[in-house]
């Protein structure tokens, strides 16, 4: 299958296809914010940040907000300079995180970024500012895209996939894993993975299909 078919290069990326570059997958979820890995990944090239800051602002602003509806006044201009605030301090989050995703992968010799694509629209924070449990319905896409433009800033290409069906097969054999505590378990005795963190399963799912193996 030809390269065009599988991915799809982000816009950025001008520059060619090298068989010399490294490419790494970058998982993004409401668990693991960012999780990163080379296709062969080694000991001592992980690397993950932890949701929970993240989620902890967007759970304190629907838990705010929400108080706000049951006011006798109107609380329209508190609520939207309420998520202003809130929205400020989450965006510096996820960029200070992605900028530390690039530092990670710049330590490679000529890296490419690979994310997974999106497909369908996701909602926005502001749609469920209400809502403490709607994490899911925007922060991967919130991470992608800071990752994206600390990329482009970085002047590294990225490479976009489609994400694989089943989320939970062990990147080594193939086979369906169960997850517990953010950790998959490889149910094949057979393989060389036993436990490995799902982010980082994921990263390296990503960065095998981004370079074609």
Known sequence: MSRAAESTPDPADDA????????????????????AASAQPTLGTEFSVDAAHVRERAASLATTIGALQFTPFDSSAGEAQLFAAVWHQIRAQLY???????????????????????HAPATTLWERRRSNDGTGAWLPTAARRAVTDRAREAGIPVVRVAAPERRDDCHQCGATGS???????????????????????????????????
């Open 16 to 35: 060619t296809a090298s068989t010399d570059a490294t490419y790494v997958g970058v998982s993004t979820g409401t668990d693991t914010l960012l999780a």
């Open 96 to 118: 200070g995180a992605a900028a530390e995703l690039i530092d990670h992968v710049q330590r490679f010799d000529t890296p490419r970024i690979v994310l997974a694509e999106q």
């Open 179 to 213: 997850v517990v505590g953010g950790e998959l378990s490889c149910p094949d005795e057979s393989c060389s993975v036993d436990r490995v963190a799902r982010g980082q399963n994921a990263a390296v799912r990503l960065a095998r299909r981004g370079a074609h193996e």
